[in-house]
């Protein structure tokens, strides 16, 4: 039951393992030439190959044990990306990626356990078969909710995406690349596989996603909007993405057995998320390169007489964004026809339309944003502006290679939706066992069109309401973070209750049991077994001897110098514990005494004739 | 021929008394006292191991008294327990050539080391109750004069409290196997026990045996650590040399554990305290530990005493699986007895490696110091992951056992329960051993220089960190011999 690691291959696996391999492939190819100059980068090829294999082992996956297992050996070479750079950020940025990777894993280790009591198996196939005539759900949800929070956290799922936005910024450019695009899919797929397995078309367990789903959606949106870094706006936006994917792994499961518009448009938006945040954060990279920073204000007006740069940002920023004619708009569209029949079965199904039209808008404006930024708006440093006019030569051969290749999918799943979308789309969603055929859908109905320009209305208000209103200051020029620095999760929740204030109370409370026995003997020692000195006792007399020497040596000083009393080095810590001693052995004389024996038997013979005189 | 089994206790306890007895001027050359000792001590490892894997399986000492004799007897328990002895010992060995080389009265070490490989080996392949006690007594014995071996104050305090609990702890049992005598046959170790379970109930004494029975388990839990009585192991381990800390820490507070196993399994049977008081009150003595040992850890500086914590902790989970009663937690419990003595040796090892190089015991001060020492750091580092359960390394097959074991149990809280403290505490073992590793790697160094340990002192920390990862990656052929073991006893 343990030692077998078992491993399957379907469509959907042979999807990702192919954008895997393709995605590090595009990844080292740019970085042969972006970490050139690097001392550390035989490291990070060998962390790289390393998160490889665990990151195919993982798609290939044939039960949650092996999925578990290469998933922890992800979680810890990945590690090293983030700290690659080695400086105070990418420390603590690291910390935090390893600690929320370690909690979740042992949180998905305990999910499995759960899975493991309930259905006796965790082998996938075997898993759904059971889970479908299983009774008693209540297990299983917690499981579900153990395992979210690992796989989760891996896609950068509210509540637990913390780490998400620093460590994006720390790792190198084609590490981010790397873990937007693909490593946030295996956390993905880990929640699909909870869908599809142990929780197929669950209502309960969908609505839990989608409600999570919609928070990630929206806050990644607003914190991309509101950040005045490209590196965190492309972070935040591919938090915000993964929302929209969450959003569709929910609708899966309350449509139940009319989850097919939801289960594709799930499928096409990962794959189209993985080809457009390859292409924004390898972009972000050359930017990197060049300008040797990610701040806003820094690269204003980077971009001019850069039109190759400009193409591959606007195919990117607009295929992200749901224009149609570019992939997103496909996918996109397919989630939301699935929220519109959602509606037909629930109330809330407009507000939850509203929302994700409202989101599509809020990554549209951040994507705005940035365009303005590095290819509208002109450096207030005029010499900065002129030497980035002047950077002709700013991306080798190679990369341009690469850029164009991550570009060209883009372009072709959006203008060919029912021919290579539609063929992703169907050999993907086997994973999901959906039942239903796919009809051609016609995406650019006037409804569908109508959905975009809500979003693109929302975009508008939004980037005025927000930079123009909020983030551009009057008295400081530039784009500033109108979110204060104290509205962090991670700081308050995180740190400080998790790293402090949990351990803090465990060890108190450690610390007691663990002096319970210790603490016994020296009571003992200090009553009943007096025989020996403790360490800190004094060599003569009792601790009442002991504090009246003090008193009486210090009215002698006090004597000496305001008395005029002539100098004498009485020592009488020691004639008073003499004293001491003597009385204590005049007592037991006493005590000894026939005298005293006597005294104690009239004491005693007193005694009883008062007991006789009282019972009688 | 059956006197094969005599000879892997004789013959270390014969080399040990030799270089106790003999005069200081016999050894002034110490590459002599060395080689000679190696040369002792694969002779005494072959024996061993001529006896574990021979087809003799019993010889009688001698009688004490008459019905009460002295038994050795080898079964795939006691196999197991020798050959991680012999193991550890080995290597452990082969590291102090390196360490002891900085410290004082070297022979009487080597003296000491061989009576504690001998005395243990006899607890490993002792036949019944009796010789169990009588060689349990004895390491506590030979093992004292290792903890107080440097001979400071704190040593010889820390070495003090180490004899107080433990004859604390033999006290109890030998209590408690007195009262034992009348119902159970403690001339011999029998599968699934040989208590007479009807004449309990007919003399109405279910009660006291009970009490009997904890009595036991306390008594001979405080050598493994179990709350309350585990104050010793963090004070012990810090003072005594690193080889010594990881002889107790890996291999002789297992002799604890073999000694609850054996007489809750082969003489008492775990069907007489399977749920009752006795079995919650171990558990839930052993669940408090775990978590107490990972919680002091945690905050601990020093950085050989956060090791002792974490040992606490860890034979906790070795207790928590027996307590579990069922065959699968004991599988854990097996498992973890082995991962545990190869890890916690390996740490032990580097922590001592580390203070005989540069002098460094507190966890504060070793920022850095993976750019000095690589390669040392790494064996550190795998070994810590391997403690935490991170696949593929091995901790985590022993732990998924004793996770799944507790699954299996119906007994109210305990099946989600205990998973949860396991893996909390797994938690927090990340949280005290990986930050001394991710520091050592990428903190500020004062030196930058490459400069491992002597390689005598390398290599077994670098094979027992190989270990850990090969039998986390093969786990198979231990996992299906322990099975053999633990389905014959329930």
Redesign the interface.
């Known amino acids: 039951?343990?030692?077998n690691l078992s491993f399957t291959i379907s469509g959907f696996r042979c999807v990702y393992g192919a954008l895997t391999a393709f995605a590090w492939l595009i990844t080292f190819l740019f970085s042969l030439d972006y970490l050139k100059e690097d001392k550390k980068r035989w490291r990070y090829y060998l962390f790289n190959l390393l998160t490889l294999v665990a990151t195919l082992g993982i798609f290939f996956a044939a039960d949650f044990f092996t999925l578990?297992?290469f998933f922890?050996?992800m979680s810890?070479t990945s590690f090293m990306w983030v700290?690659h750079r080695?400086t105070r950020e990418s420390?603590y940025a690291?910390?935090t990626y390893?600690?929320i990777a370690?909690?979740g894993?042992?949180?998905i280790?305990?999910g499995m356990?759960?899975v493991?009591?309930s259905l006796g198996t965790l082998c996938f196939h075997e898993l759904y078969e059971k889970a479908m005539i299983i009774e008693d759900k209540t297990q299983l949800y917690i499981a579900a909710c153990c395992m979210f929070a690992g796989f989760g956290a891996k896609a950068g799922a509210f509540p637990v995406h913390v780490w998400l936005p620093m460590s994006y910024r720390e790792a190198p450019a084609p590490a981010t690349a790397l873990l937007s695009a693909i490593l946030s899919k295996t956390g993905i797929f880990g929640l699909l596989c909870i869908s599809a397995t142990i929780l197929p078309m669950d209502d309960q367990w969908g609505f839990f996603i989608l409600v999570i789903g919609i928070i990630t959606m929206v806050l990644g949106g607003i914190c991309g909007l509101c950040s005045d870094n490209l590196k965190t706006t492309i972070a935040y936006s591919s938090m915000s993405q993964i929302g929209f994917i969450l959003v569709g792994v929910g609708m899966q499961g309350l449509l139940a057995e009319e989850n097919g518009l939801a289960v594709w448009g799930t499928m096409l938006h990962m794959v189209n998320h993985t080809f457009v945040k390859l292409l924004l954060f390898l972009l972000a990279g050359v930017i990197f390169a060049k300008a040797g920073s990610y701040e806003l204000n820094h690269l204003k007006g980077f971009g001019k007489r850069k039109p190759f740069l400009q193409l591959c940002f606007i195919l990117g920023a607009a295929g992200v964004g749901g224009i149609p004619l570019l992939n997103g708009y496909i996918s996109k569209t397919l989630l939301h026809e699935s929220i519109v029949e959602y509606q037909h079965m629930a109330g809330t199904g407009k507000a939850i339309e509203s929302l994700f039209l409202f989101s599509g808008g809020l990554t549209l404006s951040y994507m705005t944003k940035l365009y303005v930024v590095l290819f509208v708006e002109k450096n207030e440093n005029n010499e900065l502006q002129k030497q980035y006019e002047h950077m002709t030569n700013y991306v080798s051969t190679g990369t341009r290679i690469t850029l164009v290749l991550c570009a060209i999918p883009v372009l072709l799943i959006g203008l060919l939706p029912n021919h290579i979308g539609k063929w992703i789309m169907d050999s993907m969603s086997e994973l999901m066992h959906v039942e239903q055929e796919m009809e051609q859908i016609s995406y650019f109905s006037l409804t569908n069109l109508t959905g975009v320009v809500i979003s693109v209305l929302a975009a508008v208000v939004m980037y005025l309401l927000v930079v123009k209103g909020l983030m551009l200051h009057k008295k400081e020029k530039g784009y500033h973070n109108p979110i204060p620095n104290w509205v962090s999760m991670e700081v308050y929740l995180y740190r400080d209750v998790m790293?402090r204030f949990i351990?803090f109370l465990?060890?108190v409370?450690?610390?007691v049991?663990?002096?319970?026995?210790?603490s016994l003997?020296v009571i003992l020692r200090k009553t009943v077994y007096r025989d020996r000195a403790l360490p800190y006792e004094l060599p003569e007399g009792n601790l009442f001897t002991h504090r009246l020497a003090q008193m009486v040596t210090v009215i002698h000083k006090a004597q000496e110098r305001f008395a005029h009393k002539p100098k004498s080095n009485r020592n009488y810590e020691h004639e008073i514990a003499l004293k001491n001693t003597e009385l204590v052995e005049d007592m037991k004389i006493v005590e000894r005494s026939l005298s005293f024996g006597l005294f104690m038997f009239c004491l005693g013979l007193t005694l009883t004739l008062i007991y006789l005189f009282a019972v009688n | 021929m059956s006197e094969i089994l005599l000879l892997p206790i004789v013959l270390p306890v014969c080399v040990g008394l030799g270089y106790l007895l003999s005069p200081e001027t016999w050894f002034s050359n110490r590459k002599r006292l060395v080689c000679g000792v190696g040369a002792m001590m694969i002779l005494c490892a072959i024996c061993s191991l001529v006896a574990i894997f021979g087809t003799v399986e019993e010889y009688q000492l001698f009688s004490l008294v008459q019905g009460i004799t002295l038994i050795l007897h080898i079964d795939d328990l006691g196999r197991l327990f020798a050959v991680v002895t012999t193991l550890v010992m080995a290597l452990v060995l082969l590291f102090s050539f390196g360490y002891m080389a900085h410290e004082e009265h070297e022979k009487r070490f080597y003296g000491f080391y061989f009576l504690t490989y001998g005395v243990l080996m006899g607890l490993d392949f002792s036949g019944n109750v009796v010789t169990m006690y009588l060689f349990y007594e004895f390491m506590t014995l030979v093992t004292f004069p290792l903890v107080l071996h440097t001979g400071t104050k704190e040593a010889i305090m820390a070495g003090l409290k180490y004899l107080f609990y433990s004859f604390c702890g033999a006290y109890m049992a030998l209590f408690g196997i007195y009262f034992l005598h009348k119902y159970a046959d403690i001339t011999d170790f029998m599968a699934g026990g040989s208590l007479d379970l009807a004449a309990v109930l007919a003399d109405g004494n279910t009660g006291f045996m009970l009490v009997i029975v904890f009595l036991l388990i306390s008594g001979f839990g405080v050598k493994a650590g179990m709350f309350p009585l585990h104050a010793w192991l963090p004070t012990a381990h810090p003072v005594a040399p690193a080889p010594a800390s990881a002889l107790l820490s890996g291999i002789v507070v297992k002799g604890g554990v073999l000694a609850i196993i054996r007489m809750v399994f082969y003489v008492v049977g775990a069907d007489f305290i399977k749920g009752t008081w006795v079995q919650t009150v171990w558990l839930a003595l052993s669940l408090i530990t775990v978590l107490m040992g990972s919680a002091l850890a945690y905050k601990e500086r020093v950085f050989k005493k956060r090791l002792a914590y974490s040992t606490v902790s860890n034979l906790s989970y070795i207790l928590f699986g027996l307590a579990l009663l069922n065959p699968v937690g004991m599988t854990g419990s097996l498992l973890h007895v082995i991962f545990h003595a190869i890890i916690k040796s390996c740490l032990f090892l580097c922590a001592g490696a580390i203070i005989v190089t540069t002098g460094k015991t507190k966890v504060a001060e070793l920022s850095g110091l993976g750019k000095q020492m690589p390669v040392l750091m790494w064996c550190f580092t795998f070994a810590s992951l391997a403690l935490i359960g991170i696949p593929p390394t091995s901790g985590v097959v022993s732990k998924w056992y004793l996770c799944i074991g507790a699954m299996e149990e119906r007994i109210s809280v305990v099946w989600w329960l205990g998973p949860v403290v396991l893996l909390i505490s797994a938690l927090l073992t990340a949280g005290y051993l990986l930050p001394v590793s991710i520091n050592s790697f990428m903190g500020e160094a004062s030196v930058t220089e490459r400069k491992e340990p002597k390689a005598v002192m390398l290599i077994p920390i670098i094979l027992l960190a190989v270990l850990t990862l090969l039998l986390g990656l093969y786990p198979a052929p231990i996992v299906d011999f322990i099975s053999g073991i633990t389905a014959g006893l329930m």
């Open positions: 039951m343990f030692t578990f297992l922890e050996i810890f700290l080695e420390f690291a910390g390893l600690a370690i909690a894993g042992l949180s280790l305990m356990l759960l493991w009591r790293f351990p465990l060890c409370m450690a610390r049991l663990d002096c319970i026995v210790d003997v």
